[in-house]
């Protein structure tokens, strides 16, 4: 079974809204860093945003104010809020976490080395048209 399943991709045209969500089979540790990494064709990877244990978020500049990451701990899944979409948000979106036994997570570090998570989903794509 995987431990984190994205959802919620799909295609919308610009200036349009979507929300993803990625649930997590993985429970008991006190701390964490979960995010959304995305992949567009033939780009690098990019960390869009990340969110810690304390709540702390941290978002790539070209998401501020249009994306918003939230994690429900009841429910134990982790949402991406997007709005006012662009085409240049078009990519392959991955959900990715790292789970610690002794803290804390550091986000806005996660965010710029997402490579540092090891757990990751199997992504879900986002097409935005202009």
């Known amino acids: 079974q995987a431990q984190l399943e994205e959802s919620g991709g799909g295609s919308v045209q610009a200036g349009g809204s979507l929300r993803l969500s990625c649930a997590s089979s993985?429970?008991?540790?006190?701390?964490?860093?979960m995010g959304w990494v995305r992949q567009a064709p033939g780009k690098d990877r990019e960390g869009v945003a990340v969110i810690n244990d304390a709540g702390i978020e941290s978002y790539a500049d070209s998401v501020k104010g249009r994306f918003t990451i939230s994690h429900d701990k009841f429910k134990n899944t982790l949402y991406l809020q997007m709005t006012d979409l662009k085409p240049e948000d078009t990519a392959m979106y991955y959900c990715a976490a790292e789970f610690r036994e002794e803290g804390p997570c550091y986000s806005a570090e996660r965010l710029e080395r997402p490579e540092r998570l090891h757990t990751w989903g199997q992504g879900t794509q986002v097409t935005v048209s202009s």
């Open positions: 993985v429970y008991g540790y006190e701390h964490y860093c």
